[in-house]
């Protein structure tokens, strides 16, 4: 099974920057996720899907909230894709999760957590001074 595993969580200061990683563990085999992305979960909240990115490279940002501040991208060769995270806020404080799914979806259905399948065990990111 490849397994998702996310790396790059931790304290940042309001207006500071973070760069979250998650990486297929495929055992050099090709990345079986066509799209990859992030979900976040803040204490009491429901998950709110944040960014994905296609196997081509095609990213979707579902938060409003996050545009324009964070950039989703990815490297095939490392089987990896990585979230830019800049200018925070206190609100984007969360446990953030990777998600992977094997083949494509719509718009709507990208941003919807119950099409997903394959996750990692989340990362931590708090926002305070």
């Known amino acids: 099974q490849v397994q998702l595993v996310e790396s790059g969580g931790g304290l940042v200061q309001p207006g500071g920057s973070l760069r979250l990683s998650c990486t297929a563990s495929?055992?050099?085999?090709?990345?079986?996720?066509?799209?990859m992305g992030w979900f976040r979960q803040a204490p009491g909240m429901e998950r709110e899907a944040v960014s994905f990115?296609?196997?081509?490279?095609?990213?979707?940002y579902c938060a409003d909230s996050v545009k324009g501040r964070f950039t989703i991208s990815r490297d095939e060769a490392k089987n990896t894709v990585y979230l830019q995270m800049n200018s925070v806020k206190p609100e984007d404080t969360a446990v953030y999760y990777c998600?992977?799914?094997?083949?494509?979806?719509?718009?709507?259905?990208?941003?919807?957590?119950?099409?997903?399948?394959?996750w990692g065990q989340g990362t931590q990111v708090t926002i305070s001074s």
């Open positions: 998600a992977g799914k094997r083949s494509n979806l719509s718009l709507r259905a990208t941003c919807t957590s119950a099409n997903y399948n394959y």
């Open positions: 495929a055992s050099g085999s090709k990345n079986p996720y066509y799209i």
């Open positions: 990115i296609t196997r081509g490279g095609g990213a979707t």
